[in-house]
């Protein structure tokens, strides 16, 4: 390109274009690997800082460099935070994506591109307005160690976006202070950078675009996290004393975190012994196996995993259910079938891991939907667990588990921790040892256990994949057989009044329902509201466990249509809601999408007003 | 334990237990089956040498050998998890609580085909446990299959000849540097008996891979892993006796005859050599041992390796002595003012 068409072009008439404030979506294509997370993490803390609502989402491929990554940030003064289609703003720094980049732009967007990013159809997108940087120059006048080159290169972007945006300096340094834990050196570098491209601008490259941001005071009292730390943090004051995993995006982060905060918050014990472990599996097999042996001995286990480690977990799965042993799992989903694409996002383990085990198994599972229940049912899962005496899932996502969200602070634990029903030697003298492992005293369909190492002499009973009498005695007949089943059920409907139940809005007048989970709500919240822009008025329950209730049938049975909104091919939870609701079976119309992208407020609008003939 | 011992009573052990404290339900496996002669053995060893069943857990992958522990010790909690799978489970259960001890038994198919994933793992974090192979070289369960173990040329009426190359277990353990590896036979109820109260005086994990012969499918005469080739063929290293503590020996022992290894917590294992010179604390030598015995087809027994110096794997977590489990909750949950710190910070 030559530096003459870089040179701003009809620049008055743009410049009176009233300015568009804290409202419009970054998009920034970068290659994976070239530390373009720093930068982007940086916008992002910027804007937090100025109290502007902001989220960030990474498009990311399933590789350690060279292949395309975007990483989208909607600025949205409304605080709307799920993902959009368009983009206002494209840092166009990967020359393989940058000329299908720029074409999905629509008209009157921003382009921001290093000059040796070549665009084939600059000339032929006058609408477009573009900044052009001397990238290569910035960076060969920074002279820094050539391992840094690339990092630097895209501070580039985030000195023109700051200035061009109007972003206070002063929180991009303090969000390079956060990054880099306060080191001064790697902040100095970085910045320096920042300031050099924003320099640049200010001397050449007159803004010509209505974008900009304001202060706001929208993220007072909140911050930002990403859903596995969040997590990991809820694990950790659910009093986890037991972890085993085997690497898996995009679940690594979440043990990542448990790593980088149990050493933290829990030290060592006054004779300098550890009060957790933390072992890394051979496979996702040995995970679960270990993660049900330390539950069985009483200890608060868990691991976390993503679809195809699930997989492998089928048959301890299983066992937990039948033999009823605690034991948390945390499925940070991505999209299948099989290795599917291992960096995006989906809701597709809803009904795999709903029924995981074989012959007739129903496992609980958590739904959460921000960082509140990610922290939340990190600890609660724990309770459940050993209450209800099996393996409790906590359904996640890539999209919750790996991206930045703005969260108000977290609530410390209300209740104290539940251990569940479990006979000491004390209460077994009591009870002149008398008592059946799998005996349903109470009539909940929950009996109680023993630990090993109890000390009473009947205390012991043998815990089996095999069919079982009320003595955990090994048996075969029918009516034990039968029994048992009954009773496992029974304690499925136990936990239908156990699980935290759903979040429901409902509005006067609304004939439509809605019913989502997990990341999808969001782009819900955001959808009722354009959606009653046109004159639609929705009700909305929002999931947040399996097995499902009551609330949820009352609330099916009180609207003509009730949309399915998920992120998988096959509506997996409107089939459950159809098992559970077979009367309102057809009232549940899928409004399901799975193309490995977070929903949109758009998808879910459009698929309701065409459901109800106001397309 | 809280019963008293009963002065003079002989039946009583040192934690006053009787012998039937040590039996478990009564076995269903076929008569004569090798397994059941070493249930026999256990409950044996573990009523003499007194070990607290309420401290001990049973641990079992699935199969024939792996039903045994519901034949064992009522009063000790059992868990017969899943085919090949008990390794993780004992991992998970020995880190919950790595005050009790674990004896587990599977079968050549639960840790040489589907478990030998889990059984090497175990071995390379030394998980502190028993663990008994009651090798028969066939699936008993499902009904006459050839395991790994097999060797070239075994013939069963079901499977015909096999050709593949065995695995040896013990070799496996040895290459894993596993601290503790035996081998012995069913049929020779002193050794086993001996080296089982060596494994459980062993702290970390301790293999013994125990022909076991299967009388229903793989005891025919040529089978090398019958009864009556174990019977004709069996070559001990060395005699072993377990001795509990040191001042026991006071005997004159010539140290050219005979090897003393003291174990971790005070008992004596005592190695009269035979006719050629071993030293089981040789690993190169281990290895060595056991390839020249496959080649020769040569069944040898005994206590072919012993490594002390290895940690555990809660000793390298620093684990406490209480259990996991029974940490309180005050220990488990951080308190509200470290959460209220870590909150502050996150907002800052
Ligand atoms: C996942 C799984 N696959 C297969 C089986 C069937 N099965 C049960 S026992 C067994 C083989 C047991 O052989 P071994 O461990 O040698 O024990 P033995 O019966 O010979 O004592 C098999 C294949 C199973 N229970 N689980
Ligand atoms: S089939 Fe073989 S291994 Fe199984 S119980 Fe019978 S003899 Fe023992
Ligand atoms: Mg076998």
């Keep these: 390109m030559s530096a003459l068409i870089e040179q701003p072009i009809e620049k008055s008439e743009r410049s009176d274009q009233p300015p568009i404030v804290n409202d419009f979506t970054i998009n920034v294509a970068t290659v994976n690997g070239s530390g373009s997370q720093t930068a982007n993490a940086t916008i992002i803390r910027a804007l937090f800082k100025m109290g502007i609502p902001v989220t960030g989402k990474n498009i990311f491929p399933s590789n350690i460099s060279g292949l395309p990554t975007w990483y989208t940030i909607r600025v949205n003064k409304d605080g709307y935070t799920a993902r959009r289609d368009s983009t206002e703003i494209l840092v166009a720094f990967n020359s393989q994506t940058a000329d299908a980049d720029l074409e999905s732009l629509k008209e009157g967007a921003v382009c921001i591109h290093p000059q040796d990013v070549v665009l084939k159809d600059k000339a032929n997108r006058p609408d477009v307005i573009f900044y052009t940087l001397p990238v290569k120059q910035f960076v060969k006048e920074a002279n820094v160690d050539v391992k840094l080159r690339d990092y630097i290169a895209n501070m580039a972007y985030v000195g023109v976006i700051m200035e061009l945006l109007g972003i206070e300096p002063e929180q991009v340094k303090a969000a390079l202070q956060t990054h880099f834990k306060g080191k001064a050196k790697p902040v100095e570098i970085n910045y320096n950078m920042v300031n050099k491209a924003a320099e640049y601008v200010r001397n050449n490259l007159p803004k010509q675009d209505p974008y900009k941001v304001e202060r706001m005071n929208a993220t007072t009292g909140k911050f930002m996290i990403d859903g596995n730390s969040a997590g990991a943090l809820g694990a950790i004051f659910g009093g986890v004393s037991f972890v085993s995993w085997y690497p898996i995006t995009p679940s690594t982060s979440l043990v990542d975190a448990l790593n980088d905060y149990l050493p933290e918050l829990r030290p060592e014990d006054e004779n300098g012994k550890a009060t957790y472990a933390v072992v890394q599996a051979e496979d996702e097999l040995a995970a679960a196996g270990m993660v049900i042996g330390a539950g069985w001995v009483g200890a608060r286990s868990m691991t976390a995993t993503s679809g195809p480690g699930i997989s492998l977990m089928t048959e301890f799965t299983g066992l937990g259910y039948f033999a009823e042993i605690p034991g948390v799992i945390w499925d940070i989903m991505r999209m299948g079938p099989s290795t599917g694409l291992p960096t995006r996002v989906s809701q597709g383990d809803v009904l795999k891991t709903y029924y995981l085990g074989h012959g007739d198994t129903k496992n609980i599972c958590l739904l959460p939907s921000n960082m509140k229940e990610c922290f939340e049912f990190g ?153 009653r822009e046109a004159g639609i008025e929705t009700s909305y329950l929002r999931l947040k466990a399996l097995p499902l209730d009551e609330t949820t049938r009352e609330f099916i049975g009180k609207y003509d249509h009730v949309y399915v909104v998920e992120i998988n091919f096959d509506a997996q939870m409107r089939s459950l809601l159809q098992l559970h609701t077979p009367e309102y079976a057809t009232r549940l119309i899928a409004a399901n999408k799975c193309d490995g992208l977070p929903l949109t407020a758009q998808f879910i609008a459009d698929k309701v007003k065409q459901g109800e003939g106001k397309a | 334990m809280t019963t008293e011992l009963k002065a003079g009573n002989e039946k009583l052990n040192r934690l006053g237990l009787d012998k039937l404290d040590y039996k478990g339900r009564p076995s269903t496996l076929c008569s004569g089956c090798g397994h059941d002669s070493i249930t026999s053995q256990i409950i044996n060893v573990c009523w003499e040498l007194g070990v607290d069943p309420q401290h001990l857990i049973k641990m079992s992958g699935i199969g024939c050998s792996s039903k045994s522990p519901a034949y064992f010790m009522n009063r000790a909690h059992g868990f017969n998890t899943l085919h090949g799978r008990m390794p993780s489970v004992t991992t998970g259960a020995m880190m919950a609580n790595r005050e009790l001890k674990a004896i587990g038994v599977s079968g050549d198919g639960d840790t040489g085909s589907i478990g030998l994933g889990q059984f090497k793992h175990l071995l390379r974090r030394n998980v502190p446990m028993v663990y008994i192979i009651e090798n028969n070289g066939v699936y008993g369960l499902t009904k006459g299959q050839f395991s790994a173990t097999a060797d070239v040329g075994q013939k069963l009426k079901y499977a015909g000849t096999n050709e593949l190359t065995p695995i040896d277990l013990c070799l496996e353990a040895v290459s894993s540097d596993c601290g503790f590896v035996a081998r012995s036979f069913a049929g020779d109820a002193k050794q086993v008996r001996e080296l089982l109260k060596a494994a459980l005086s062993y702290n970390g994990t301790a293999v013994l891979d125990i022909i076991s012969p299967c009388v229903t499918f793989n005891n025919h005469e040529d089978s090398t892993k019958s009864y009556p080739y174990g019977k004709a063929h069996e070559e001990r290293i060395h005699d072993i006796s377990f001795i509990e503590s040191r001042e026991e020996i006071q005997v004159d022992y010539d140290p050219g005859t005979t090897q003393i290894v003291q174990l971790h917590d005070g008992p004596i294992i005592q190695l009269r050599k035979l006719d050629e010179d071993y030293d089981p604390t040789d690993r190169g030598a281990a290895m060595q041992l056991l390839e020249e015995a496959h080649a020769k087809q040569e069944f040898i027994t005994g206590l072919l390796y012993i490594n002390q110096t290895r940690q555990t794997l809660s000793e390298i977590h620093n684990l406490p002595r209480t259990a996991l489990a029974d940490l309180p909750s005050e220990k488990l949950r951080p308190s509200k003012e470290v959460f209220d710190k870590l909150i502050g910070d996150l907002l800052a």
Excluded: C
């Design chain 1, 379 to 531: 600890w609660r899962a724990f309770d459940l667990a050993e209450r209800l005496q099996t393996p409790v899932f906590v359904l996640s996502d890539l999209d919750l588990g790996m991206n930045l969200w703005m969260t108000d602070p977290f609530d410390y634990p209300a209740e104290p921790m539940d251990r569940g029903k479990v006979l000491t030697a004390a209460q077994l003298k009591e009870l002149q040892g008398k008592w059946g492992r799998y005996e349903d005293v109470d009539g909940d369909g929950i009996a109680y256990r023993t630990l090993p190492g109890n000390q009473h002499p009947a205390a012991a009973y043998f815990a089996r994949g095999t069919g079982h009498n009320p003595q955990a005695g090994y048996s075969e007949r029918p009516d034990d057989w039968e029994n048992n089943l009954a009773r496992l059920a029974q304690k499925h409907d136990t936990a239908r009044t156990l699980v935290p139940k759903p979040a429901v809005d409902e509005r006067a007048g609304a004939k439509v329902g809605i019913i989502s989970y997990g990341s999808a709500d969001p782009a819900v919240v955001e959808a009722r509201d354009q959606l």
